[in-house]
């Protein structure tokens, strides 16, 4: 069957035998960490992992056991073959109380692409509403 | 109703998510004054002057429950499964939804379009009747604090 994981800003459709688990070699397309002798890695960052067999059943990963090692948040509908990864609420926590602005791409009013971090030193103004 | 936060040349939040009206339209409903922030966007645009301390900003951010995030995640679930015409399988999710953050107008009204519902419909009127008559949780709390601060030095 096919599975959606809904990651951040991206959607990614991989192979999935289980609605709960997705391959190995698929984890880094639709995550962004990959797995290695060290344990769950993001660029140069390595989560070491303490049970690999529970995160890894015949060479797929348990996206449940996923989130648990990095301590994020997961839904999956396993039926529906579709699942959502959060983030940490510890980070999330931490982000906001220190004042850190979440970097974030949107399509502009013309359908170009923006990046917030990428309008430079200049004081910005977010403004979010709802035409219902 | 516009909730607006203030981010300056590093990338920081100076003022945390605030309701902050364009007009006076819905001035009765809030209770905001809306000159209020466009005098404070003025006097940092043109001066720099924070109308809050740094180290305040901090304190007053909304920082999501763990509930909360489970709840963004049902509804995003919901929201993929009926953008591709699953809406049996995202009804419960949903559900689940607004059960974990009862009080969060974006879940609750933003999804009342997505499952065939009114958004100025009477489920959506029941909701705000009963949000109010539980205190208006959740809603312009950064603004009542702002507003607290501000009567202390007007």
């Given at each position: 069957?096919?599975?959606?994981?809904?990651?951040?800003?991206?959607?990614?459709?991989v192979d999935s035998d289980s609605g709960s688990s997705i391959g190995v070699a698929d984890l880094l397309n639709a995550t962004g960490w990959q797995l290695k002798a060290e344990g769950l890695c993001q660029g140069d960052v390595c989560v070491p992992v303490r049970d690999r067999n529970e995160l890894v059943v015949d060479d797929a990963v348990d996206l449940a056991a996923f989130a648990k090692a990095l301590r994020r948040p997961v839904v999956i509908d396993a039926g529906a073959g579709v699942a959502a990864l959060g983030e940490s609420t510890a980070e999330v926590g931490d982000k906001l109380h220190n004042r850190i602005a979440p970097d974030f791409t949107l399509a502009d009013i013309n359908g170009q692409e923006m990046t917030m971090s990428?309008?430079?030193?200049?004081?910005?103004?977010?403004?979010?509403?709802?035409s219902w | 109703m516009p909730s607006c936060v203030w981010i300056d040349e590093d990338d920081r939040i100076v003022?945390?998510?605030d309701v902050t009206p364009v007009n006076d339209l819905f001035k009765d409903f809030t209770g905001i004054d809306s000159s209020l922030h466009h005098e404070e966007l003025r006097a940092w645009v043109k001066g720099g002057v924070l109308p809050l301390a740094l180290a305040d900003v901090g304190k007053l951010q909304n920082v999501p429950t763990g509930d909360d995030e489970l709840a963004r995640l049902h509804r995003r679930v919901a929201a993929h499964l009926h953008r591709v015409g699953n809406d049996d399988a995202a009804?419960?999710?949903?559900?689940?939804?607004?059960?974990?953050?009862?009080?969060?107008?974006?879940?609750?009204?933003?999804?009342?379009?997505?499952e065939g519902d009114d958004p100025f419909g009477k489920s959506f009127?029941?909701?705000?009747?009963?949000?109010?008559?539980?205190?208006?949780?959740?809603y312009a709390w950064g603004n009542s604090a702002l507003r607290s601060d501000r009567s202390s030095t007007d």
């Open positions: 069957m096919k599975m959606t994981i809904l990651n951040g800003e991206r959607a990614t459709t990428k309008i430079g030193r200049k004081k910005k103004v977010l403004v979010v509403w709802s | 003022r945390p998510p009804g419960p999710h949903f559900e689940t939804a607004r059960t974990l953050a009862p009080w969060d107008w974006t879940i609750h009204r933003g999804s009342l379009p997505l009127f029941d909701y705000v009747e009963n949000w109010g008559a539980n205190g208006a949780p959740g």
